[in-house]
């Protein structure tokens, strides 16, 4: 068997290469849409305390209590001369929906999840499509026959040159330097 590939064998795995970042790239559609839908579950949930045994045990011990504690408020204020509909009162209320009750705080957790989502999305394109260049780079290496051709596939810049780390010294430097302007 021979290690050479034919115009054949890399012509097939240049078609398969694209198809594949194709088919990965409709994949993190898909993935976005199921994450959205999953977060628009959880935002919309309601819980009810008889949905689940501990949840139902712990509310109506918190009931009883509750109701204990109502008739002592009631005997004191009574020995007080509170009359009723002026007296303290005590009550346990089961919220069904926590802080997604509220509307605004319902759209502020959307706005970040959708743009988390958004950002994750974009960063498995960047991935899948660094993948596909990867692999075509290194298919068309196995076909370079002469050394300009070698020569000009390693001079061939990578992200991490044509946008180096940001340095936070940088960064000071550049306030600073506004700052006298």
């Given amino acids: 068997m021979s290690d050479l590939m034919t115009r054949a064998d890399i012509s097939n795995l240049e078609r398969l290469i694209r198809k594949q970042e194709r088919v990965c790239l409709t994949a993190l559609d898909q993935r976005e849409a199921e994450l959205k839908a999953d977060f628009e579950r959880k935002i919309a949930a309601v819980y009810y305390y008889d949905q689940d045994e501990v949840w139902k045990k712990a509310y109506t011990e918190a009931k009883e209590i509750a109701q204990q504690a109502k008739a002592q408020i009631a005997a004191r204020c009574e ?22 009750a509220v509307k605004d705080r319902r759209d502020e ?30 298919l068309a290496s196995k076909t370079l026959t002469s050394e300009a051709a070698k020569t000009f596939l390693d001079e061939m810049p990578s992200t991490t040159e044509l946008m180096p780390k940001l340095e936070y010294q940088h960064v000071t430097s550049l306030l600073e330097d506004s700052r006298k302007r």
């Fill in 79 to 100: 020995e007080m001369g509170i009359p009723e509909e002026f007296a303290p009162s005590l009550d346990v209320q089961w919220y069904r929906r926590g802080e997604n």
């Fill in 109 to 138: 957790l959307r706005r970040k999840a959708m743009a988390e989502i958004a950002a994750l999305k974009k960063s498995g394109r960047t991935q899948v499509e660094i993948w596909s260049l990867n692999a075509q780079t290194k």
